[in-house]
């Protein structure tokens, strides 16, 4: 604890002590302390110390009776024990992309707060390896490390800067700059620079939450980071003939294509994300529909014909599918379990949450040309790699491209449009709003808050620009 409650008395003098008879006596917060001093002139100089401390308004540290200043430098730490102390607790309670991105992000920062001069220093190369691989990685903190990597560390733990220098406004502010430049040179995203400066800003504040720090200096700073698009550009989004045309383009690329345009195809009839649509299962899904040979209706297309007819000719219903679980693909250094796809519940929602999605009578007839020429995996997954395994997004992201080159001219390849298989939940945003549906549905079935989703999806909401421009042009006549 600290208080600015602070008195002292004058130097007295022990006859019974012969080496420091010197005796200075002061109290903190009612709390008395002493020292002693082998001659008066080094007692003074001690008392001034504290009397100048109390005077310009400095806190004292309870326990010590000393100013917080003297105490935090007498109980500094390196920035790289600090850093490593922070990533053992958030740990346990970060997702596993999260625990890669905040290890990539404090690796660049503790490269930063080491001294450039200190001699035998390895390259950035070796130093950025050895704190991403091993020294900031908790569950690796057991493995045997490479010598040219343990050779790295080792000379961390002697180049790295206290963490008290962070006090210094001229080295908080070279880190940020150093955040705004990419390992090629050239500037970072404003995502990336965002993300990494949040994730700085989170570790110093740790030191502030232990007492390392009185206050966290980035707050300090006049520095602001470059903004961030929250809304999509309107340029990404493709008109159903296009989409309908990819779909049926990544279809002619064969078999092995095919097995994933139902894939692309849940991505915009039913809004869902990438991680989403690859972890759905069968038993999720409600795929109804209509025999037109024998007027029958059926609750699932692809169940087996139970009578004579075959129900080879179907009008397809409107269906649901239920959204329960994620596998996005972290890598095995990040993971619990050491498996590279870490099995977790739907963003931004509790595990337990599902999300129910009506989807249209184009993607149940997808999913049932899909579960009858290529079957689900022993789990009841319906998108799979060559050999069962999780759907790979450099799978689905290479014939998307190819799929692209095939429909679209040499000018719209080169565009943003329909650049990623992502921008097709951006089209199916776009589609259901300027379709007149509620803000409110559109946001429930994305998984979206109404906050966010008129935010991010605001360039893509037709206003009635003629009539406007209609109007305006009567008032200017």
């Known amino acids: 604890m600290k208080s600015f409650e602070f008195q002292t008395w004058e130097i007295t003098s022990r006859k019974d002590r012969k080496t420091k008879p010197w005796r200075v006596r ?42 917080m200043a003297e105490t935090r430098a007498l109980n500094a730490v390196t920035w790289y024990a600090h850093v490593r102390q922070y990533m ?7 997702a596993a992309k999260s625990r890669r991105g905040t290890v990539e992000a404090l ?30 990685n908790p569950m690796r903190w057991e493995d045997d490390v490479p010598e040219a990597h343990a050779t790295a560390l080792a000379w961390l733990e002697r180049a790295s800067m206290q963490i008290t220098e962070l006090e210094t406004t001229a080295t908080v502010r070279r880190v940020l700059d150093g955040l705004c430049v990419r390992q090629d040179g050239k500037a970072a995203a404003a995502s990336t620079i965002g993300r990494k400066r949040a994730i700085f800003y989170n570790a110093v ?16 700073i006049q520095w602001t980071a470059p903004q961030v698009a929250s809304a999509i550009d309107r340029r990404v989004v493709a008109n159903p003939g296009q989409i309908a045309a990819l779909l049926d383009a990544v279809k002619s690329l064969g078999n092995r294509a095919d097995r994933v345009r139902a894939f692309f195809g849940c991505l915009y009839y039913a809004g869902t994300r990438p991680s989403e649509a690859a972890d759905l299962r069968q038993p999720d ?17 692809t169940a087996p014909p139970s009578g004579s007819c075959l129900h080879e000719k179907i009008e397809y219903g409107w269906g649901r599918i239920t959204l329960a679980e994620t596998a996005p693909r972290s890598g095995t250094a990040w993971t619990d379990d050491g498996m ?20 249209p009578p184009q993607l149940v007839a997808l999913l049932h040309h899909h579960i009858g020429e290529y079957g689900t995996a022993p789990d009841g997954r319906l998108f799979r790699g060559l050999h069962g395994g999780p759907l790979s997004e450099s799978v689905y992201d290479r014939w998307w491209k190819l799929a692209r080159a095939q429909v679209l001219n040499d000018i719209q390849v080169a565009s943003p449009l ?43 909401i037709d206003g009635g620009d003629a009539g406007v421009n209609d109007r305006i042009g009567g008032a200017l006549g």
């Open 285 to 301: 899904c409600e795929l109804p529909g209509r025999c037109l040979d024998c007027d029958a209706d059926l609750t699932d297309v």
């Open 340 to 359: 590279p796809h870490e099995r977790r519940g739907l963003k931004h929602r509790a595990r337990q949450d599902t999300r129910v999605v009506p989807v």
């Open 107 to 136: 690796t660049d920062v503790t490269i930063m707060l080491s001294a450039k001069s200190r001699r035998g220093r390895p390259s950035d190369a070796v130093l950025r390896e050895a704190l991403y691989r091993y020294a900031l």
């Open 205 to 220: 504040g740790y030191a502030v939450e232990l007492g390392r720090l009185d206050a966290n200096p980035i707050d300090r």
């Open 88 to 94: 053992k607790v958030k740990w346990p309670r970060l």
């Open 418 to 460: 329909a650049r990623r298989p992502y921008d097709l939940r951006h089209a199916a945003a776009s589609l259901w709003l300027n379709a007149g549906v509620p803000a409110t549905e559109v946001a429930r079935r994305l998984g979206h808050s109404v906050a966010v989703l008129l935010r991010v999806y605001a360039n893509c």
């Open 26 to 67: 002061w109290a903190v917060a009612g709390r008395r302390f002493e020292d002693t001093f082998r001659t008066k002139a080094l007692a003074n100089s001690f008392r001034a110390e504290l009397i100048k401390a109390a005077n310009n308004g400095e806190p004292f540290d309870t326990e010590t009776g000393r100013p």
